[in-house]
């Protein structure tokens, strides 16, 4: 099966604690990205990539890194400087420049701190 | 700055009945639109798009969006709801320069469909 996947579903986080967010796609997709979803406020983008090795700052990146070492991967770090971590965190990919913008979403991970 | 804007945060419709959920947007250049739905604990499934031609697009699951440049509107239409279709909807745009084009969404509708 062609997709994203995500791991964990549920993470649980201490204070002062950094984690990592695994997002693997087999699409063949050039372009990957990271959300973050709060009640009522929609979805908010914390970082993209465009291409293998390079990932570019969203909205909302404070607090949060990000590596792109291989086209299959997008592992998002939350780190203890993000204040506000508990939230649902989607990644997605997309065709990237050349496609329409359409973009596939994996199943997320709920992000809790204790 | 581009936004989309989906003006109900609740849309109930009983079943059997058509459904609509609202969406405007702004765009710079010409729009690309989008609509996806997530159910709970899940992520977004892609619905339909509209990139150019025919103003109405259909999508999965019996889905179709009319598309009006004018009214800068972008409505989900369905003409007969079924209680599986509850769920959250979201819209997106995105401007159809070349190179890398953000994709904002709209902050999501809530569809109840009473059984």
């Known amino acids: 099966d062609g997709g994203i996947t995500q791991s964990p579903k549920y993470l649980f986080r201490k204070e002062g604690q950094n984690v990592t967010l695994s997002c693997e796609q087999n699409?063949?997709?050039?372009?990957m990205y990271w959300y973050r979803q709060d009640p009522g406020q929609g979805l908010r983008l914390i970082y993209y990539s465009q291409i293998v090795n390079d990932f570019q700052k969203g909205d909302i990146a404070e607090g949060y890194s990000v590596s792109r070492e291989k086209k299959e991967s997008f592992p998002l770090t939350v780190t203890s400087a993000q204040k506000n971590p508990t939230a649902f965190y989607l990644c997605?990919?997309?065709?990237?420049?050349?496609?329409?913008?359409?973009?596939?979403f994996g199943p997320g991970t709920r992000l809790t701190v204790l | 700055a581009q936004s989309v804007a989906q003006p109900e945060d609740q849309v109930n419709v009983a079943e059997g009945n058509p459904l609509t959920v609202k969406c405007t947007y702004s765009?710079?250049?010409?729009?690309?639109l989008f609509w996806y739905v997530q159910y709970p604990n899940r992520g977004l499934q892609f619905l339909l798009k509209?990139?150019?031609?025919?103003?109405l697009v259909k999508g999965s699951y019996g889905f179709e969006a009319e598309f009006n440049k004018s009214q800068t509107s972008f409505h989900l239409k369905k003409p007969s709801a079924l209680v599986s279709d509850s769920a959250l909807y979201f819209c997106a745009v995105r401007d159809s320069g070349g190179g890398y084009q953000k994709v904002t969404f709209g902050t999501g509708t809530k569809l109840q469909v009473i059984p």
């Open positions: 765009v710079s250049g010409n729009p690309y």
């Open positions: 997605a990919s997309s065709m990237g420049v050349g496609g329409l913008g359409e973009q596939f």
């Open positions: 509209y990139i150019t031609g025919d103003n």
């Open positions: 699409l063949n997709h050039d372009a």
